[in-house]
C-alpha cells in the first residue's frame, strides 16, 4: 500500500541533544511538508520542500534543519536551538500536477518528548 | 496573509444529534478550502475539499460542508453523529503560490459525542 510513514512513533530526548525524526513516503509525491502541533494552535508549517536537493523555511524553523536528498525522504532534525521542542510532529506530502492545487496527505506523527 | 479561524474549541453533541463546526477563513482571492479530521494520536484524514464548482460539497463518513464566499466561511455539517466522529476536526486554507502549495490551519474543534 502507498502511504506516509514516520519513525519513531514516541521519541524521548534529553534536553540538549539534537535529534531527527524520520519521514518516507512512497506515493511518488514531488513536495514534503514538516508541521508542528501544538494543543490549541492548530498545525503550524516548519519546513516544506518542492523538489529533491531544495527545501525553503515555513513559519517556525527556527531551531529545526531539513535534507532532501531523496525524492521519498523527508528527515526533520530538531536542534538544541529549538527552545521548546515537546510537541507532534505530521509529515505530509503531495504530487505537483501542472501549477493546479492538490491536498495534502499526511503520515501518522511522532510524539517528541524532550526530559 | 491568509488565516483560518475556528471559533469553537470544545463541542459536545449528543449520539444522533446534528453537528455544526464553523470555519472563517481570510483572503484575498478565491480560497482552496479543506477539512480535516484527526483522532488521538493519529495522523490527519482529509474528509472533503472545495476547489471551485458547486458550493455544497459531499465528504466521506457522511459529512459536508458549504462554502459562503460573502461570509468568509466554510462550516462543517453532519446530519446524524455517530459515536465514532468523536475527535478533533481541522478547517485549512491553501495557498498556490511561487513556491507551490502551502496550507493554513485553524486551531481546531474537538468534538466530544454523548451516547
Known amino acids: 500500500d502507498g502511504g506516509i510513514t514516520q519513525s519513531p512513533k514516541y521519541l524521548f530526548r534529553k534536553e540538549g541533544q539534537n535529534v531527527t525524526l524520520s519521514c518516507e513516503q512512497n506515493?511518488?509525491?514531488?513536495?514534503m511538508y514538516w508541521y508542528r502541533q501544538d494543543p490549541g494552535q492548530g498545525l503550524r508549517l516548519i519546513y516544506y520542500?518542492?523538489?529533491?536537493?531544495?527545501?525553503q523555511k515555513g513559519d517556525i524553523a527556527e531551531g529545526y534543519s531539513v535534507s532532501r536528498e531523496k525524492k521519498e525522504s523527508f528527515p526533520l532534525t530538531v536542534t538544541s536551538a529549538q527552545k521548546n521542542p515537546t510537541a507532534f510532529y505530521l509529515c505530509?506530502?503531495?504530487?505537483?500536477?501542472?501549477?493546479?492545487?492538490?491536498?495534502?496527505?499526511f503520515g501518522p506523527g511522532t510524539r517528541l518528548t524532550v526530559l | 496573509a491568509q488565516s483560518v479561524t475556528q471559533p469553537d474549541i470544545h463541542i459536545t453533541v449528543s449520539e444522533g444529534a446534528s453537528l455544526e463546526l464553523r470555519c472563517n477563513y481570510s483572503?484575498?482571492?478565491?480560497?482552496?478550502l479543506f477539512w480535516y479530521v484527526q483522532s488521538p494520536g493519529q495522523g490527519l484524514q482529509l474528509l472533503l475539499k472545495y476547489f471551485s464548482g458547486d458550493t455544497l460539497v459531499q465528504g466521506i463518513k457522511g459529512f459536508e460542508a458549504e462554502f459562503k464566499r460573502s461570509q468568509s466561511s466554510f462550516n462543517l455539517r453532519k446530519p446524524s453523529v455517530h459515536w465514532s466522529d468523536a475527535a478533533e476536526y481541522f478547517c485549512a486554507v491553501g495557498v498556490l503560490g511561487a513556491a507551490g502549495n502551502k496550507l493554513t490551519f485553524g486551531g481546531g474543534t474537538r468534538v466530544l459525542v454523548k451516547p
Open positions: 506515493l511518488n509525491h514531488d513536495a
Open positions: 483572503y484575498g482571492a478565491t480560497p482552496y
Open positions: 505530509a506530502s503531495t504530487p505537483r500536477r501542472g501549477g493546479r492545487y492538490n491536498e495534502q496527505f
Open positions: 520542500s518542492q523538489i529533491v536537493n531544495d527545501f
